[in-house]
């Protein structure tokens, strides 16, 4: 009999070959990757690993991909040991949660690889980030949190609405002002139950007129009468839109002048015309002036009110009137005898009397220098400016007076905020018998100023 035919060798066979089986099929469901050498180590510290035990599964997006291979003691930490497949690329921004399983506190191990882009973290290396989300403790003593909250809530509503109520609290306050505002508005409704039994009453004809109004059949009634406005309307608006036809059609006055494109751009032309107009006025520049000159020759005070218009920086208008106190001088001669003998002709008195004189002149600028010709002091006459330093000082020269010249010079040095000081001396030659010399003060004003004046008044 051969060995292979006996039945020991039969039943030995068996044997091994289930083993092998059994010992297959144990490597195709094991979770533990490092068996027969196919996984990579990582570890990371707890502050507490309850729930958490040896081969407790460790996964990634909820799918198994390695278990728990040692949880021991350092540093007054856990150390959790993991194993898991090596196909797993972890980085040193790898992350690991711990989340529960159910309600009965046990746990498992969640991996985030990290980023790709990062540093590949080394097998047995260090995982920094942990994040406890499974732990049952946190989530007993939040709620241990929030029924404390709970408690101090239902205290402070119990204080609040009780017989007397502290106002320690809004709600205390807010509960005593309501009930405030309940008995004022029982007292105002019993005091005053007849007038608003009265209003209730007004409030009930005044229904029922409306009622009444909006039922009435008759001809002036409000159903009739409103379906005839409506039918005009209907109409108006027929009539609207035959006439919208007709313009657009490009019928009539109107439909001409909307879609004929010669007429629009004639009435286009004429309005940038008058916007034209109206802009180079605006850039007109207006000045308001006044100054008042004391002569020390007469002893008193010559007043000068003047509008200069400005269209251009290159021109100016300026037209004034001026209160002289010599305007008219008259002499008195006097004469000296002895024996009917005259001795001298001597001229001892000599009068002013005031006249209103006027000035318009017409100025041309050339940079620092003034030419200006025209009407001064009624008289026919020309004269020219020369400005220094910025234009803050200004130097005059001006002749006028046909029969007898009448020079005058003048000085004139701009302070602040349109305020200047005046100098200077009039009739030179004295061939009107008014030389005398002035000093004075005035103010000059330009239409921007006068605006910001405006909108500043308080009238």
């Known amino acids: 009999m051969k060995f292979w035919s006996t039945s020991e060798f039969k039943v030995g066979a068996l044997v091994v070959i289930v083993g092998g089986i059994i010992g297959l099929m144990s490597m195709q469901v094991s979770d533990d990757p490092s068996f027969m050498g196919r996984s990579r180590k990582a570890w990371f510290l707890l502050d507490n690993a309850a729930g958490l035990i040896k081969n407790s599964g460790v996964k990634t997006a909820g799918i198994p991909i390695g278990i728990v291979k040692e949880i021991k003691l350092q540093d007054g930490k856990a150390r959790v040991e993991i194993s898991i497949k090596s196909d797993i690329p972890l980085t040193t921004s790898a992350f690991v949660e711990i989340k529960s399983i159910g309600i009965l506190g046990d746990k498992h191990v969640e991996v985030n690889p990290g980023s790709p882009a990062d540093t590949p973290l080394p097998d047995g290396g260090q995982i920094l980030l942990v994040k406890d989300k499974g732990s049952l403790d946190n989530v007993l003593s939040q709620v241990g949190d929030i029924a404390g909250s709970l408690k101090e ?16 609290h809004v709600l205390g306050r807010i509960v005593k002002n309501i009930e405030k505002i309940t008995v004022d508005i029982k007292d ?12 209730v009453d007004q409030v009930n004809d005044i229904t029922r007129t409306l009622n009444e109004l909006i039922n009435d059949e008759s001809d002036q009634g409000l159903k009739k009468t409103w379906k005839k406005t409506l039918a005009r309307l209907d109409s108006a608006m027929k009539n609207i839109d035959e006439i919208s036809t007709k313009i657009n059609k490009g019928e009539g006055t109107i439909g001409k002048l909307v879609n004929d494109e010669t007429t629009v751009e004639e009435l286009n032309t004429a309005i940038q015309g008058v916007s034209g107009l109206f802009d180079s006025a605006g850039r007109i520049q207006t000045g308001f002036d006044y100054h008042g ?12 009110i003047g ?10 208008y300026y037209l004034g009137i001026i209160d002289d106190p010599a305007g008219v001088v008259e002499s008195e001669d006097t004469t000296v005898s002895s024996g009917g003998s ?3 002709d001597i001229s001892t008195v000599k009068r002013f009397k005031n006249k209103t004189k006027f000035t318009a002149l017409f100025a041309k600028n050339f940079y620092d220098f003034s030419l200006k010709a025209g009407l001064i002091e009624n008289s026919g006459g020309f004269g020219f400016d020369y400005h220094f330093l ?6 005059s020269l001006e002749a006028f007076g046909l029969d007898k010249a009448n020079l005058r010079v003048s000085a004139r040095y701009n302070l602040f905020y349109g305020l200047y000081l005046l100098a200077g001396q009039q009739d030179i030659l004295d061939k009107n018998n008014q030389r005398s010399s ?3 003060a005035g103010l000059y004003l330009t239409n921007d100023d006068l605006k910001l004046l405006l909108t500043k008044s308080p009238f």
């Open 153 to 168: 809530v239902a205290e402070v509503v119990r204080e609040s609405i009780s017989e007397d109520g502290t106002q320690k």
């Open 188 to 199: 105002i409704t019993g005091e005053n139950k007849g007038q608003i039994n009265e209003i």
């Open 293 to 304: 000159d004391y002569l020390s020759s007469v002893g008193a005070t010559k007043s000068n």
């Open 307 to 316: 509008i200069q218009i400005q269209p251009g920086l290159d021109r100016y």
């Open 342 to 344: 005259v001795i001298s």
């Open 390 to 395: 910025n234009k803050k000082l200004r130097f």
């Open 438 to 440: 002035y000093l004075g």
